[in-house]
């Protein structure tokens, strides 16, 4: 896994974005690969950010999500400005498990395993405890993203999930930070190699919101 300036043209550009608000996530707790819909607020600020994906880049060939029902919500809102493209569910973009903190909320996690959540964001953990680790999460992500990029010649749309976004990053040396709903990063894959580039953040969604988990 390898950062920097794309000398291949032999490269599918995939936009990884976090899935719309949820009930648990306005409450600031995680709810790991457990179903919940997108709220309302989740909604209405998915149908606006379809528009702005529009207007800003070039238009994706392929929507992919996580089978998870906030994923796939958000995911065929963005496809109803993209009827050209096709829509596929993968699971292995599913959440993160997050274990023992699964259904908690950062200062839940600080007060019963103190300094723990900060040592695994500076990458001195490898994931919660009985969860998922970082590279478990981003090997099978990639693992998707690589089953599916033969299927189709331009941009993909990648619906996902925070801890997948996270994951990812974690594992090409960036900063392990909480990802805004809406919001990730262009991540570039070549398709005769295993070299993967996180080239740039995107956000379509609010960017003044700072998400807690």
Known sequence: MTRGVIQDVDVRDFILIR??????????????????????????????????????????????TSRLLRAVQTAQIFHRLLPAAKLVQDDALREREMGDWAGLGPAEVESRWPGMLAAWERGELKGPPNGETDFGVAARAMKALRKNMRNCPGPVLVVTHGGVIRSLLRTSGWENLPVPHLGGYLTRVKQDADDWWMAKKVVFGDPAVKPMT
Request: without cysteine; glycine residues 4%; aromatic residues 2%.
């Open 19 to 64: 899935h719309a608000e949820t009930r648990s996530n306005r409450l600031a707790r995680w709810h790991g690969d457990s179903d919940e819909p997108i709220s309302t607020k989740g909604r209405q600020e998915s149908a606006r950010a379809a528009e702005n994906l529009v207007a800003r880049m070039e238009k994706p060939q392929l929507v992919l």
